[in-house]
């Protein structure tokens, strides 16, 4: 402790010295920016100094500064961020793919948690562990009523050290101790690739971390050499949240030309503003494509996404992107830690920058708003579409995303999806492929009785409004004035829960195959057995199956 204070002595005087060395060299310029910035940092420093000194109370120095550092950082965007010394392998992750850990995904149901997800060759893997799995104990530690965030940190750590886990099989209550030994985990970039119906190739790309740009072009080289005849290909990026800018420009690679203009980056460091082109030639660059975003494609895959467009490559189908046309760099402080800071804007080929919301420009109250459609402006693609910014990438072809019913998202909260699949597992030595999976009506009877005398009550949406109203009414006091007609609404809006299990059963089925599927083939099959039942994938697929509708979309004919 002592050395801490010594610590904090040295910093403060240090901080000290070099703002009265700036107030000295700006001194002179009361207008200057600098001289107000070491100006206010003076008053900081002798601001706590002082407060630290007098205050009745201790106050712990890195927990009330970091309030400060926080409360700076809250008139920035929520991508510019103070990265401490226990949170660099978070950082590293999100670059790299990487992790020391046991390869597997942990849910809390309860007093206890479970194993959800095994990764192929991890060390869960190797030791046989199996999704449903019941951790009991890590090192002789109880692991009942232990929050899942600490239950994960526990199962990280430094590749080569092991953990003595207890297990307990869900169907059996059997326990069994098993030495688990980290290794490096990387997760792959693109998590499945594979053909869809009438020969379209699908890649599926879930991070752009490092060497995932040649992971896809691997992946699409594969598929040409299994199917030379290959009629299109399919990039999903929906739910990619981004990544390395550098391996944005390495996947549109892949199938645009050599020397052509992806992305540009323009900020207030005019020297670090770049141009960034393509430098090899593409895995293939006329075969029809379809990429696919959602509301969480941001950041990379929307530097595919648009460079894609406005290149006229090929078509974008789905949703709207998130809209993040912010580029963030590490800055190194002291004591290991790192600054990961907003500095510039990216722009598409066109022109445009699709950052959505604007942080440069806060309400009184501190709150940001989205670009207003009225103050997007508009720029055109290669042929003449006309493309517009600061709004995400919009989908050439818009497909309505598809929302779980109230009592689907109830059976998966409360895990009776995921517990039914752990009992048929336990109960089936084999099933059919993935993809042409299906549970008979009599199986699917066995999970409605599985449900009986299980709660898994909920609110509609309608109710919720309701409930919302009464409360306003009568906070106005114009409840009793209508409280009769309230009650008749209540009564219609009632829903019968076993009604509307019957009235959702293909999505529930749906949801239940998947889950089944994930316990024999893993994290592929899920994928494998979804894309059968995928609007945005079956869009597309007849979409690139139609040359003449694939043709005039990426015309100027097709204006948005």
């Known amino acids: 402790m002592g050395n801490f204070f010594t610590r904090k002595k040295k910093i403060i005087g240090g901080l000290l010295a070099l703002l009265i060395t700036a107030t000295g060299i700006f001194a002179f310029d009361e207008n200057n920016k600098y001289f107000l ?34 409360s ?34 942990i849910g809390t149901n309860g007093e206890w948690t479970n194993i959800t997800d095994v990764y192929p060759g991890s060390p869960m893997d190797k030791a046989n562990v199996k999704p449903g799995d019941i951790l ?28 003595d886990i207890v297990f307990r099989n869900p169907v059996t209550n059997a326990v069994a101790t098993k030495k688990i030994v980290r290794q490096e985990i990387n997760v792959k970039a693109v998590s499945y690739s594979g053909f869809v119906k009438n020969d379209i190739g699908y890649i599926k790309m879930t991070q752009f971390t490092e060497n995932s740009g040649n992971m896809v072009r691997k992946a699409f080289e594969q598929l040409k050499q299994q199917n030379p005849s290959m009629k299109g290909v399919i990039l999903d990026l929906r739910g990619n949240p981004g990544g390395l800018l550098d391996e944005a420009v390495i996947v549109a690679n892949t199938f645009v030309d050599k020397n052509k203009l992806i992305v540009s980056t323009r900020g207030k460091v005019k020297n670090w503003d770049r141009s960034y082109e393509t430098t090899g030639n593409p895995a293939d660059s006329h075969i029809p494509l379809a990429v ?34 912010l ?21 598409t080929p066109s022109g445009r920058c699709i950052q959505a919301i604007d942080y440069s420009h806060r309400n ?24 517009k910014d600061g709004g995400g990438i919009e989908p050439d072809a818009k497909v309505e995303p598809a929302y779980l019913s109230q009592v689907a998202v109830s059976l998966i909260r409360k895990q009776y999806i995921f517990d039914y699949a752990t009992q048929y597992y336990y109960h089936h030595a084999k099933i059919a492929s993935a993809a042409t999976f299906s549970l008979t009506d009599q199986e699917f009877n066995d999970f409605e009785h599985f449900l009986d005398n299980k709660d898994y009550s909920y609110k509609t949406r309608s109710e919720d409004a309701l409930e919302s109203f009464k409360t306003t009414a009568r906070k106005e006091k114009y409840y009793d004035a209508v409280s009769k007609d309230l009650e ?24 239940l195959e998947e889950e089944i599927v994930n316990r024999y083939y893993m994290q592929e099959g899920r994928i494998a057995k979804g894309l059968t039942n995928d609007n945005e994938v079956n869009k597309a697929i007849s979409l690139l199956l139609n040359q003449a509708s694939y043709k005039k979309m990426l015309s100027t004919s097709a204006l948005n």
């Open 327 to 347: 580029v963030q760099t590490t800055r190194p402080l002291p004591y290991n830690t790192k600054l990961k800071v907003t500095t510039a804007k990216y722009y």
């Open 364 to 387: 009184d109250d501190g709150s940001v708003d989205f670009v207003a459609d009225s103050l997007r402006k508009t720029f055109k693609t290669a042929s003449g579409r006309v493309v």
């Open 488 to 511: 008749v609404l209540e009564q219609k809006l009632k829903h019968d829960k076993k009604q509307d299990f019957l009235k959702n059963k293909d999505e529930i089925k749906r949801l």
């Open 136 to 163: 009991e104990s890590m090192d002789g530690r109880s692991l009942k009523n232990i929050p899942q965030d600490s239950i994960s940190k526990m199962l990280k750590g430094t590749p080569g050290t092991a953990i």
């Open 292 to 325: 696919l975003t959602n509301h969480s494609s941001a950041s990379a895959s929307e530097i595919v996404a648009g460079s894609i467009q406005d290149l006229d490559r090929g078509i974008i189908v789905g949703q709207r992107s998130y809209g993040k046309g």
């Open 37 to 70: 910035i070491a100006k206010n940092l003076d008053l900081f420093a002798a601001f706590y100094h002082e407060l630290d000194t007098y205050y009745v109370d201790d106050l712990p120095p890195e927990k009330t500064i970091r309030k400060g550092m926080e």
């Open 72 to 105: 700076i950082l809250d008139d920035t965007d929520p991508y510019t961020d103070f990265i401490a010394e226990d949170n660099l392998d978070e950082l590293k992750y999100m670059a790299t793919g990487k992790y020391g850990g046991v390869g597997a995904s």
